[in-house]
């Protein structure tokens, strides 16, 4: 029986119609120090995963990159000062994978609700978006340039060698890094980017990571973006003042 137009986009809001075809690559970057916090993200993720979705954790401070279940260790600083430098090696890696979307997540966050997550993401191809994210900042609305010159580099995580004013790059907007989807239309644009200025080298106090690739990718006319599932996603770290974005209850 053909499904009538009306009830098509009811049905694929309700993840009825979702296209379980779209290969997503879940890549959760932690640390060493941070293996704790992976016990957390595994209670929250469901026993059986959707189809074509893959789970990883990305570390760094390996000779090289080496592969041990859902475990990714990449030859890259392990510290948090040139985080960058992690997060480029994991996009240069799922770049050359069988994937349709990379969803990089950081190892302090909470999904509420992951197959309606998922379903998000998958909607994403239909939708031909290339990168979305879950909050978007506004620098003169939220007083972000302000936190990020004065006060980002303080970090008490951050060792004293490093800290300093934060001399990098300040859009008007830019999207959290605690979570943000890209396709491989967009990871090919910050990896030539990425390329050609060697920026991901860079320390904390001249490369803020999801400042720069928000930048990177608003600056490309080609890229299409989207802000999707901001209320089923907490982030235990985000200075955002909403009650719904911190982690209070856990």
């Not at 080496?66 to 510290?79: K, L």
């Not at 979570?179 to 090919?188: E, R, T, V």
């Not at 980017?193 to 080609?222: A, G, M, Q, W």
């Amino acid at each position: 029986m053909k499904i009538p137009k009306k009830y098509k986009k009811r049905l694929k809001e309700d993840g009825i119609l979702e296209d379980d075809t779209v290969k997503i690559a879940v890549a959760i970057l932690t640390c060493e120090a941070h293996r704790n916090r992976n016990d957390f993200i595994l209670k929250w993720l469901p026993d059986t995963l959707p189809k074509n979705v893959e789970i990883f954790f990305i570390y760094g401070g390996s000779k090289k990159t080496t592969i041990e279940g859902n475990n990714i260790h990449f030859n890259c600083s392990e510290s948090y000062e040139f985080f960058t430098e992690k997060v480029y090696s994991c996009i240069k890696h799922f770049y050359h994978q069988d994937i349709d979307y990379l969803v990089k997540l950081d190892n302090d966050i909470h999904i509420l609700n992951f197959n309606k997550f998922i379903k998000s993401v998958r909607n994403l191809k239909s939708e031909q978006i290339d990168c979305a994210f879950n909050i978007l900042l506004h620098a003169k609305r939220d007083n972000y340039k302000r936190f990020l010159r004065e006060n980002f580099a303080y970090k008490k995580e951050i060792p004293k060698e490093y800290r300093g004013k934060y001399k990098g790059v300040l859009p008007d907007k830019w999207f959290g890094g605690h979570c943000y989807i890209l396709n491989k239309k967009a990871m090919k644009v910050l990896l030539d980017r990425f390329n050609s200025t060697l920026e991901y080298l860079k320390p904390i106090t001249e490369v803020c990571e999801d400042v720069l690739i928000s930048h990177v990718l608003f600056s490309e006319d080609s890229i299409k973006s989207k802000q999707i599932e901001r209320q089923n996603v907490w982030h235990k770290s985000c200075p955002c003042k909403e009650d719904w974005c911190i982690l209070k209850k856990l």
